[in-house]
């Protein structure tokens, strides 16, 4: 069984720099597309960013120029790096993997998501 677990997020002043990493973990499994969604209070969950196996990026447009994402294929890990973190970032950030895995020899595609991590931007 593959899970997703997620660092801590944290009240972090307009500005200021967070980052938020996640890593996979289990047996028999390949990650396609790795990355970062965000759900804001009374709002749908939406894409932050992704990013393939290739490192080819995919942001939104309210965190292009302020955020990063990265992946590291052979630790099945994801970092974002927010910069210039805003009031409107604030929100539960849950990190999400489109993956393949092998039960036991057959592959199964598949979605998971992370538990999900508060960001609060708030001086």
């Known amino acids: 069984q593959v899970r997703l677990v997620e660092s801590r997020g944290g009240l972090v002043p307009p500005g200021e720099s967070l980052t938020l990493s996640c890593t996979a973990s289990?047996?028999?499994?390949?990650?396609?597309?790795m990355g970062w969604y965000r759900q804001a209070p009374g709002k749908e969950r939406v894409l932050v960013a992704t990013v393939d196996r290739d490192a080819k990026p995919i942001y939104a447009d309210s965190v292009k120029g302020r955020f990063t994402v990265s992946r590291d294929n052979a630790k099945n890990t994801v970092e974002l790096q927010m910069n210039n973190l805003k009031p409107d970032d604030t929100a539960v950030y849950s990190c999400?993997?489109?993956?393949?895995?092998?039960?036991?020899?057959?592959?199964?595609?598949?979605?998971?998501w992370g538990q999900g991590t508060q960001v609060t931007v708030s001086s």
């Open positions: 999400y993997a489109d993956l393949v895995a092998w039960y036991p020899d057959r592959p199964y595609d598949y979605e998971l």
């Open positions: 289990g047996s028999r499994f390949r990650i396609n597309v």
